[in-house]
């Protein structure tokens, strides 16, 4: 299941940030928050704690491996979905405990909270983050019951303005 999925969007077609070529060794999962290096020429993985999002990667980090048409379609660039205007479904994490109840008493819609890189690359809503915010939460998943224990519970978030980059 991919961790991250674009759900809604003002105009029902996404915007993309511009096509550039990962970062050297960059290992992202599809479906993975990137943001531009400081050189602006590359894409990397958003860390753990990270504060600028440049949009969602819709595949895999290429590495190592082929990286020419037809084994991957743009070849070595990425075409990042904007985070302007879209709301994403993520998994929910508390540091690197994933949560399997969402709750209105554990979390509501408005609050903001950080990134968390997980061990197996799946980037989360960490509720443990507070201090660098870039998640606001508008909604539970509609695949999630309200309070119900389930497996990769998610919520609807928007990328909040001060955490968009360019």
């Known amino acids: 299941m991919t961790p991250f999925a674009p759900c809604v969007h003002s105009t029902n077609e996404p915007r993309t940030r511009g ?31 990270g504060a600028l999002i440049a949009g969602l990667a819709q595949k895999a980090a ?16 990425h075409d990042p979905v904007s985070p302007l205007d879209t709301i994403f479904a993520i998994n929910i994490s508390a540091g ?24 197996n690359g799946v980037q989360t809503l960490d509720t443990s983050e507070t201090s660098t915010k870039v998640f606001e939460i508008v909604g539970i998943h509609p695949n999630n019951t309200l309070g119900a224990a389930e497996p990769g519970t998610r919520v609807l978030v928007k990328i909040i303005p001060t955490a968009v980059q360019g």
């Open 19 to 49: 096509a550039r070529l990962e970062k050297a060794s960059e290992s992202w999962i599809a479906g993975s928050f990137v943001r531009i290096t400081a050189n602006a020429d590359t894409y990397e993985q958003v860390a753990t704690g």
């Open 62 to 77: 290429v590495g190592s491996g082929s990286q020419n048409p037809p084994n991957v379609l743009l070849g070595k660039n």
């Open 96 to 119: 690197t405990t994933l949560t399997t109840t969402w709750t209105s008493a554990t979390l509501a819609i408005g609050e903001q909270y950080g990134i968390r890189v997980q061990s």
